[in-house]
């Protein structure tokens, strides 16, 4: 199905989100969407798929112009998005989940729904047990589950935002098969991202957004500089790296071990120094967060003992460690991090340390104004925190953390990201890590990143935790074969 944009507008108050877009959009091929934080990517797609209406402008499905009032419109045109933020229902089952939003629910056999499926299952490759919950499922299936449901509900163009935040390299290579068998069969597939090589190996031709116009288009083979200059108006580059000098031991972890029903991790000795980087490599859920729970007094650990700036603050409570200059920065901004709803001035007199029973507004809207500068986040001070884009709200996680910290323990501290707000956010971590002698240990997918900003790196191989290795000198090559096993004791080597 072609799908025609023509001359998109959309306003949020001052902010001109779409300004005159027309892109056409062929099917049987993959059509990249790409832009930095805020360019105007995931509104363009609401838009398309029904949730929002443009201020201005036109929609066509196969040359005749079609106005979509909602999601549901818009599948009865063909489309279907698949979000940023998953929209699933965690307590529900897969296979009801499934039959979600389907028009003759109520005489529907659920034995039809199974195999149907069943059969989208088998050739797309996914692995859906139809009577699983909905909330044990894996970023990735849960895409699959969505997808699965959009085909059937009869979807000829599939809108993907931002799909590969979140899922491990492996779900990635699956997800984008998916994707290219779903074009080989003649649909229109959109996909949005910020990354590069996404578009490289993945679109066959890409629209490049920013500031709510299209400020290119191309066919791959892709000239990648040419692409960094469309996205952000200029060169950009991550520079040289850098270590801040290390001071006095700020964490130091002895013999510790962490458990839950699924893994445990045990056996870790580390100490890490005003300064330092520590990042923390493996495939998602090997155990890296659970060590940076334990760091942060979420979780208790059953063995071994936390000190924090020489005192053992082992089995304490998050609000101990906090008090002694511990930060934590999840991964799940909009479950965990920030709360929806609020706004960034709400969440800015949270955040504060309370003095005194009445909140002084004004200084708050000057402190929210101050931080929204600094932090370079597009927003106001009284929007709700999920309006503002991916990358903003992680910018907004970051103007959150107080001045003066000793310890910052962060998950993906730069997932969502796009290039140029990601070597911000490091910038502004370095300088901490050097003006205020603050030592970070993240947790991170992206091995490029890990190796660049880390003094020294811990491979994580399901629950075994390897000695710190100097990141200066090690290769994303090397890296990659640790974080698959290479060199655990359990021998056993897997394809990361
Ligand atoms: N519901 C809303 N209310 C107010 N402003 C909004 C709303 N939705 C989006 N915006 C603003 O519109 C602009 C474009 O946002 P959009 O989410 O489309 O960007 P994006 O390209 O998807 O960015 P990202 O890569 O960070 O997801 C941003 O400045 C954002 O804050
Ligand atoms: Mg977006």
Redesign the pocket.
């Known amino acids: 199905m072609k799908i025609e944009l023509r001359h998109i507008h ?1 306003h ?2 001052p ?1 001109h ?2 300004d005159d877009i027309t892109l056409t959009i062929p099917s049987g091929s993959i059509f990249g969407l790409l ?12 838009i398309l798929s029904g949730y ?1 209406h443009p201020d201005a402008g036109e929609i066509r499905v196969n040359g005749s112009p079609v106005v979509l009032h909602s999601p549901a419109d818009a599948i009865r045109f063909g489309i279907g998005m698949l979000h ?1 933020d998953p929209m699933d229902f965690p307590p529900m089952r897969v296979i009801d989940n499934f039959m979600v939003g389907y028009p003759e629910g109520l005489t529907l056999p659920r034995a039809a729904a199974r195999a149907a499926l069943e059969s989208i299952s088998a050739r797309f490759g996914f692995t859906l047990d139809p009577d699983a919950f909905v909330g044990s499922l894996t970023v990735g299936e849960r895409q699959q589950l969505e997808i699965a449901r959009l085909l059937w509900l009869g979807a000829q163009v599939l809108i993907f ?2 799909p590969t935040t979140g899922i491990s390299a492996q779900q990635k290579e699956k997800l984008f098969a998916a994707l290219r068998r779903l074009a080989e069969a003649g649909k229109t597939v959109i996909f ?1 991202t ?1 990354k590069l090589e996404e578009v490289q190996i993945l679109c066959d031709q890409v629209a490049v ?1 920013r500031a ?1 116009k299209v400020v290119g288009q191309t066919r791959a083979p892709y000239d990648l500089d040419a692409l960094v200059r469309m996205m952000f108006g200029k060169a950009v580059s991550k520079g040289q790296r850098t270590s801040a000098p290390l001071g006095d031991v700020v964490l130091q972890i002895k013999r510790l071990a962490v458990e839950d029903i699924r893994l445990r991790i045990a056996g870790v000795n580390l100490e890490v120094r005003e300064g330092e980087v520590i990042g923390l490599a493996g495939m998602e859920g090997s155990g890296q967060r659970h060590l940076l729970r334990a760091c942060a007094g979420l979780v208790r650990p059953v063995e071994g003992e936390i000190w924090v700036d020489g005192e053992n603050l082992t089995g304490k409570g998050y609000h101990e460690f906090m008090r002694r200059g511990v930060a934590y920065v999840p991964a799940a901004r909009l479950e965990e991090g920030l709360v929806p709803t609020l706004t960034l001035m709400e969440h800015v007199i949270l955040a504060d340390e309370q003095r005194g029973l009445v909140i002084d507004r004004q200084t708050a809207l000057e402190k929210t104004r101050d931080r929204i500068a600094t932090f370079n986040i ?2 106001r001070p009284n ?2 925190v ?9 910018r907004a996680l970051l103007a959150l953390l107080r001045p003066g910290l000793r310890l910052i323990l962060m998950e993906h501290p730069t997932r ?3 290039m140029e ?1 990601a070597i911000w956010v490091w910038e502004t971590l370095k300088r901490r890590c050097r003006e205020e002698r603050t030592a970070i240990f993240f947790m991170s997918s992206d091995l490029e990143e890990i190796l660049h900003y880390s003094d020294r790196i811990l491979v994580f191989f399901s629950g075994q935790v390897s000695e710190p290795i100097p990141a200066e000198g090690t290769t994303t090559e090397q890296l990659g074969q640790l974080i698959g096993g290479r060199g655990f004791p359990s021998g056993k080597e897997v394809q990361p």
């Open positions: 959309k949020f108050g902010v989100a779409n832009g930095e934080n805020g360019a105007g990517k995931s509104t363009l797609m609401k929002f940023q935002d931002e949005v910020h957004l709510g597009r927003g929007l709700p999920e309006s503002l884009s991916g990358g903003n709200q992680q969502g990201l796009d707000s």
